[in-house]
């Protein structure tokens, strides 16, 4: 049965061709890409893969091409769980399932309303797997689009304890909530995989299994050295930590264009082509922060004795 140990987990972004197509050739460079950085596992079809812009059939196929070209050396988890009726909930998620992926992402937002009681969304998660043959590990997204829907500590262990859920990528961006949350679901196979960068160090002290955040399109190595070394070397990590925590501001410079532009940098993709924004908006002044960023990230990774063969 699979698990998850803890690690370094991309949330994938979707390569397209100059007039949008899926580059599937791209893909199967960018999985090669991860690898070589030392990533943990892989996280497809998620918001970073702009899931709401791709078709069942899109989604279906870039699962299985990303588990087929990471085979047996890294698990896949992935999601694509992007309907409102729960019958097409159900049809998308059964697919995904069959793809050979090893675990399979819920949206939270997905189960109910922002408002809707407690009882309400659990009868509402039991409803919707209940009506499935789901023969694969599960997980939770707390995905920002098109709200964000935060699991309670007391929901997911829950979660938990009613099905094999192994998964959560927390969206908080509080150390708090992030701390209760770990307590809760101590006792359970269920990880809690940080998705903000700022918080990561704290996180990982509480007993956080990883990072599973958009920054790990840009240096995986980085976050990989990090959560591999924070024990041994503190003094270190504080002073990576306070690097990795600036340079994700560049999350805020139209993502994921940025990101694709950085691995554009790297050799890996064509082009920054996005559907879920207008990437012609990707200004100047943008590259050249992305190539600043990348220049600093070879500084930093030479500081730390992290070879760079791993680049295209």
């Not at 992402?105 to 998660?125: F, K, Q, S, Y």
Request: hydrophobic share 40%; net charge negative.
């Amino acid at each position: 049965m699979f698990s998850i140990s803890r690690g370094v987990w991309p949330t994938m972004v979707t390569p397209f061709t100059p007039t949008y197509e899926v580059d599937y050739a791209a893909l199967e460079r960018l999985v090669e890409w991860y690898i070589a950085k030392g990533v943990d596992g892989l996280f497809a079809v998620c918001q970073s893969s702009e899931m709401f812009h791709l078709s069942l059939d899109e989604r279906v196929r870039i699962a299985r091409i990303v588990k087929q070209c990471a085979g047996s050396r890294i698990p896949v988890i992935a999601s694509g769980h992007v309907s409102d009726s729960a019958e097409e909930q159900q049809k998308e998620l059964q697919l995904m399932a069959q793809t050979g992926i090893d675990g399979l992402v819920l949206v939270t937002n997905r189960i109910a309303g922002p408002d809707t009681p407690e009882d309400v969304w659990r009868e509402n998660l039991v409803s919707l797997l209940e009506g499935m043959n789901l023969d694969v590990p599960l997980g939770w997204y707390e995905c920002p689009h098109p709200y964000k829907h935060l699991m309670s500590p007391e929901r997911l262990k829950w979660c938990a304890e009613y099905k094999d859920f192994v998964f959560l990528k927390d969206t908080s961006c509080n150390i708090d909530s992030i701390k209760a949350k770990i307590s809760a679901v101590h006792a359970t196979n269920l990880k809690l995989f940080n998705a903000n960068s700022a918080t990561l160090l704290d996180s990982l002290k509480l007993g956080a299994a990883g990072f599973s955040g958009v920054m790990a399109n840009i240096h995986p190595e980085l976050y990989v050295w990090l959560i591999s070394n924070w024990r041994d070397q503190p003094k270190r990590a504080e002073k990576l930590m306070d690097f990795l925590s600036m340079a994700s501001l560049l999350e805020t410079q139209l993502y994921p264009a940025c990101a694709k532009y950085y691995l554009v940098l790297e050799g890996v993709l064509d082009n920054i082509a996005c559907r879920s924004l207008l990437d012609c908006q990707f200004t100047d002044v943008q590259r050249l922060q992305v190539e600043q960023l990348r220049r600093l990230t070879h500084c930093v990774s030479d500081d730390v004795g992290i070879s760079r063969s791993g680049s295209f």
